[in-house]
């Protein structure tokens, strides 16, 4: 998983690409650790270039859940590829996750 802090529809965001699995924990909780959820309680993440997701990388899309939630914000996923909305779908992300 490679990760960019970018402009995603007009707002910071964050772009994911690449396969995110189990491996790309520490890089994913890097990528916590430098957002600022307080100012930036909703985060616009594109997907549009992850190719795969394993069971490890939905939990930490969980974990990103939480921490928006509990700064009053959500997710805002664009661009997801149909088999990796399915993927969080079936973990009932879209719970927490507005797809655009």
Do not use: K, Q
């Amino acid at each position: 998983m490679e990760y960019a802090f970018t402009t995603v529809d007009g707002c910071d965001g964050i772009l994911l690409s690449g396969r995110c699995t189990y491996e790309d924990g520490n890089r994913f909780h890097d990528m916590l650790r430098d957002w600022d959820f307080a100012a930036n309680p909703v985060v616009r993440i594109d997907l549009r270039f992850v190719t795969f997701i394993d069971s490890a990388a939905i939990g930490m899309m969980f974990i990103l859940a939480n921490r928006c939630r509990e700064a009053g914000g959500h997710i805002v996923a664009s661009g997801a590829p149909p088999h990796i909305v399915r993927a969080l779908r079936r973990a009932t992300l879209d719970r927490y996750i507005e797809f655009r």
